[in-house]
């Protein structure tokens, strides 16, 4: 019984372990908030051609670096100075 008692106990952390992983996944790329609060795709701040937007590399473009450098606000002020 108590083998596997640690049978299953090891299994359920090795579980858990492959998981922890993937819950990051999301909280490291561009905050989609931003896109849905401004009513606009991704594509308006990040340049898509390098990938997914992570958090660590946001791929911004230049109307994505006005809007971030105005605290997410005005994205239409930064769109009008392409």
Same mark, same amino acid.
């Given at each position: ?6 049978? *299953?106990?090891?299994?359920?952390? #090795?579980? *858990? !372990?492959?998981?922890?992983? &993937? ?10 908030? $931003? ?12 340049? &898509?051609?390098? #990938? &997914?937007?992570?958090? %660590?590399?946001? /791929? !911004? /473009?230049? *109307? #994505? %670096?006005? $809007?971030?450098?105005? #605290?997410?606000?005005? !994205? ?7």
């Amino acid at each position: 019984m108590k083998k596997h008692v640690s049978a *299953v106990w090891i299994f359920a952390m #090795g579980c *858990v !372990l492959a998981f922890v992983p &993937m819950l990051g996944v999301s909280a490291s790329h561009a905050k989609p908030e $931003y896109a849905k609060k401004e009513n606009k795709p991704c594509k308006t701040c990040h340049d &898509m051609s390098k #990938g &997914m937007p992570k958090h %660590e590399s946001p /791929n !911004l /473009n230049k *109307v #994505g %670096e006005c $809007y971030q450098k105005n #605290g997410h606000k005005d !994205l239409d002020k930064c769109e009008a100075q392409k």
